[in-house]
């Protein structure tokens, strides 16, 4: 999957984050029930990237975001949110989202595929 600095992406819909001891714990939704085999545990810098991806963000703006907060170099940072969001991406963490005419904001997974039943 390749997470392109152009590329818009978001959270999925099929997950449950809390912070718990400054640390956000997503569990993937696989049936309506919570995965407890799959938790995930972000640290900080993972925190803020989930929190950035409650809206629709390129890897390029949360990369910029990441330099700002932990003042890194852009080059710095560019690579490890590139590699950190394609590894969210490919467990299912987070999507790229479609919209649909008329909406103001993207449709998540789940949503699309109730629209197709």
Do not use: H
């Amino acid at each position: 999957m390749d997470a392109g600095g152009e590329q818009i992406l978001i959270r999925s819909r099929s997950v449950v984050a809390r912070v718990v001891g400054g640390e956000t714990l997503i569990v993937p939704i696989r049936g309506k029930v919570g995965d407890l085999a799959s938790i995930y545990r972000l640290n900080g810098t993972g925190s803020l990237i989930w929190r950035l991806l409650e809206s629709p963000a390129t890897v390029d703006q949360l990369a910029a975001a990441i330099s700002r907060e932990f003042e890194v170099a852009a080059g710095v940072a560019s690579p490890d949110v590139q590699e950190f969001v394609c590894e969210m991406q490919r467990v299912g963490l987070v999507e790229v989202p479609t919209f649909t005419v008329g909406q103001e904001r993207p449709v998540g997974r789940e949503e699309r595929l109730a629209a197709e039943l």
